[in-house]
Structures are given as structure tokens and as C-alpha cells.
């Protein structure tokens, strides 16, 4: 029985370290072949978190940035990319940038961009710049946000004109090169959906920005940075008994980001009733955004019917008061400017044209 059993015990001791030998081989082995398993794609990187760095004078605690969704490099460039593609539009010819032109301040020199087939609105295309610090888009405000904004011209039949958005992701999802992209920018799944579409647009469209211009340079205590001229104008622009700018034009991206009515296109007929449409009440009738006045000297024309073509002639505007109408801005009057005041306040308007950038560059 003894020696059964001491028979037994080696060969259970033997079986053990046979066992667990045979178990650190298998685990080494296991582990050593676990790696080359598993392809990238199928784990893919999480995207990197976009670090946003401004340039001289935007304040960075100011951002407009949607929790849901964040900026990453991935989407950032993806948006770039669908910024820029002509395959968002019917016939392959309009990108968000025939209308929204870098070297403009992304804005158009025309006063009615040309759409798909050339066909015109009725409104001037603002410059697309500094948009991460405002929540409301367009002249009347009536996009809450980037995301909400970006789907709109696609399918506006006077821009891109797209039937509908399943023909555009149709479209981009026979393009492989833009399966990956997707795939980068929305992990794991990489779905091509109008919504990512629109945080992915939004994301790039937050990073193109103006600042470090001779206003700020000047505000940061580069005392020759502005002309003397520039600089009286600067006084006439914050002086609530000469220019009174400063109160709707207001903070460091010169906007008060509320719905003001200075009488502009209120002549015709029938008048563009901006902020009105948007809201029916009384008083945003003929209302409209106030627009950043960042790099503001190139973007003519002005005001969102583009019927200024220069700063001398938007100053002028005001000197007269505006145009008299109904609902016209207690804070519009007839402002008395002499001919060189009139001029200096257009040399400091021109001092606000700084560094344009945008992701990549
Ligand atoms: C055919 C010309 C045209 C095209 C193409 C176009 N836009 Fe615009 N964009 C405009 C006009 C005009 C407005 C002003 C419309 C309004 O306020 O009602 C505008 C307004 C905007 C605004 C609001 C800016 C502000 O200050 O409120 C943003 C942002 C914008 N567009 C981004 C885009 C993006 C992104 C695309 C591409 C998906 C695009 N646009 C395509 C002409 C165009
Ligand atoms: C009551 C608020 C208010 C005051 C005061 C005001 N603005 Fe404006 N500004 C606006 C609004 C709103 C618009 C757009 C109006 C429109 O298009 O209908 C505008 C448009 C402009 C534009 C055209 C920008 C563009 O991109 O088209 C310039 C330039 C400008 N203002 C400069 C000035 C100057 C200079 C003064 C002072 C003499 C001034 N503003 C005073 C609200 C104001």
C-alpha cells in the first residue's frame, strides 16, 4: 500500500510540475502569439485630444465647444477635408470653401456667393473665422451651433444642392480613402452619418481663427503697432458720445453676439426680416447679428445683403445714423464725425486684420 501510495504521490508530483511547466510554456507561447493577432484596425488608437492654441488676443476661456463633441486631431482633419471636398455638392463643383475663401478671411469678395448651377441667395457669406466663440450661426442666428449649422448648405438647392444627405453619405461611402478617415475620427465603428459629418466639419471649423493683429499687438503694449491715426480711431470706436461701436461691437471678438437692428436692407420693399424669422417677436425685426470685425478689412462687402462695398462707405452708414425704420437701435444715431474722424475710425478698423489660421496651418 506504501509503496502504491509513494508511487501515487511521484506521480502526482511529477504530473504537477509537468502541469504547470507545460502552463508557463503555453502562457510565454500564448502571449508571444497574442501580438502579431491582433491586426490595427481592429484596435484602433482613441483619437488624440485637440489642445487648441490661439493667437494674441482671443481669449481662450471663451470657447464654444459641445460636450458631445470634443476636438480631436482625427476629426479635425477629417473636417478639413469635407471643408474643402466638392463632392458635397450635385454636381461635384462647390466646396464650403468656393464661399468661404481662406484668403477672404473666409468670407466671399462677391455680394451673393454662386451656388450649384450659379444660382445666388439672398445674403452675403460671413466670415467663417473665430466661429469656436459663438454658439448661434448665421446672420439671423437660427443654428445653435457649428454641428446644427454645417448641414445646411449641403442641402440648400441656392448652394450645394443635394437631394438629400443618404446621397451624400452614399456618396462618400464608396470612397474607401474616406471609410479609414471616418474610422480614425469615429472609433470603433467609423460610421459615415450626416451627424458625424457635422461634428467633424464643426471640429475643423474651430480651429480657424484671426488674432495677433496690430490691435492686439498695440493692446499688448507694442506701442508702435498702430498708426496714430488707427489710434484715434480707437478712441472715436470706444467713445459713447463719438462712434459708440464698442457697445454692440463689444469684447475681444468685437461682438455683443446678440440680434441688432442698424437699418440695413430696411428700404426695400420687403425687407430681409432676420432675427424676426427665426424668433416672430416684435422687436428683432430687421435684426441681425452682430458680425466680428476681425480681419474685417478683408472681407468686403459688408453687412449681410454685401450692399457696402468699403469701410469708408460702412462708416459713412453710420455717421448718417443708419436708416431710419421702426425698430431701429435705440444705440443708432447720427453721429457728427468730421471727414479725418470718419477716416480714422476706418485705420482702426483696418487694424484688426491679424493672422489667419487654421488646422495644418
Ligand atoms: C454657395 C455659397 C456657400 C456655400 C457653398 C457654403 N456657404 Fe456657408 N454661408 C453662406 C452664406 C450666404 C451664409 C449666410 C447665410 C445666412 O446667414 O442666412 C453662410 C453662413 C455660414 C456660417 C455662419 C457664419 C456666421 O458668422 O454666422 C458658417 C459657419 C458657414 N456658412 C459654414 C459653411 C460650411 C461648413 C459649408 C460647407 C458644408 C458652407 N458654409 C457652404 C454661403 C455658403
Ligand atoms: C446697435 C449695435 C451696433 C452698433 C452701435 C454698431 N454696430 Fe456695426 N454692426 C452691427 C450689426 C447688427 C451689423 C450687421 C448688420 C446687418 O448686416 O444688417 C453690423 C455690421 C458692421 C460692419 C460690417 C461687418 C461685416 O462683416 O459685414 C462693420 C464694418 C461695422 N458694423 C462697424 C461698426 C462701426 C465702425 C461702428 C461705430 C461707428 C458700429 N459698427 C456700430 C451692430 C452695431
Not at 480681419?295 to 469708408?312: C, F, I, Q, R, W
Request: with cysteine.
Amino acid at each position: 500500500m506504501r509503496s502504491v501510495y509513494s508511487l501515487r504521490g511521484f506521480n502526482i508530483r511529477l504530473a504537477l510540475s509537468i502541469f504547470f511547466v507545460c502552463a508557463l510554456a503555453l502562457t510565454i507561447a500564448g502571449c508571444a502569439r497574442k501580438e502579431p493577432e491582433q491586426p490595427k484596425e481592429e484596435a484602433p488608437k482613441a483619437p488624440a485630444p485637440y489642445v487648441m492654441s490661439f493667437p494674441l488676443g482671443l481669449a481662450a476661456e471663451s470657447v464654444v465647444v459641445p460636450p458631445d463633441n470634443p476636438m480631436t486631431e482625427e476629426k479635425i482633419k477629417l473636417g478639413k477635408r469635407l471643408f474643402f471636398e466638392k463632392k458635397l455638392s450635385t454636381d461635384q463643383s462647390i466646396s464650403c470653401a468656393s464661399c468661404h475663401i481662406p484668403e477672404h478671411g473666409f468670407s466671399d469678395s462677391r455680394q451673393f456667393s454662386a451656388g450649384v448651377g450659379g444660382k445666388t441667395g439672398t445674403r452675403q457669406s460671413p466670415a467663417a473665422i473665430n466661429r469656436v466663440f459663438s454658439a448661434a450661426q448665421f446672420w439671423d442666428g437660427r443654428a445653435k451651433s457649428l454641428e446644427e449649422q454645417a448641414l445646411g448648405p449641403v442641402q440648400n438647392p441656392l448652394e450645394m444642392a443635394m437631394p438629400s444627405m443618404d446621397v451624400v453619405v452614399e456618396r462618400l461611402t464608396s470612397d474607401p480613402s474616406y471609410s479609414s478617415d471616418f474610422k480614425a475620427a469615429f472609433p470603433p465603428d467609423g460610421a459615415i452619418t450626416p451627424g458625424n459629418l457635422a461634428k467633424a466639419i464643426a471640429s475643423f471649423e474651430r480651429t480657424i481663427v484671426s488674432g495677433k493683429s496690430p490691435f492686439d499687438r498695440f493692446t499688448a503694449g507694442d506701442k508702435t503697432a498702430m498708426s496714430e491715426a488707427a489710434q484715434r480711431g480707437m478712441k472715436i470706436f470706444r467713445d459713447e458720445k463719438k462712434g459708440n461701436c464698442e457697445t454692440c461691437h463689444a469684447s475681444f471678438n468685437f461682438t455683443d453676439e446678440n440680434y441688432n437692428n442698424i437699418g440695413v436692407g430696411m428700404a426695400a420693399k420687403k425687407p430681409d426680416l432676420g432675427r424676426y424669422e427665426v424668433t416672430k417677436l416684435e422687436g428683432h425685426q430687421g435684426a441681425f447679428k452682430t458680425p466680428t470685425l476681425r480681419e474685417v478689412a478683408n472681407t468686403a462687402p459688408y453687412m449681410h445683403d454685401g450692399s457696402e462695398k468699403t469701410l469708408e462707405e460702412v462708416v459713412a452708414f453710420y455717421n448718417k445714423g443708419g436708416y431710419r425704420n421702426k425698430w431701429l437701435s435705440p444705440k443708432i444715431k447720427p453721429l457728427k464725425l468730421t471727414k479725418q474722424e470718419q477716416q480714422d475710425l476706418v485705420e482702426f478698423l483696418k487694424a484688426l486684420s491679424g493672422e489667419v489660421t487654421w488646422y495644418g496651418k
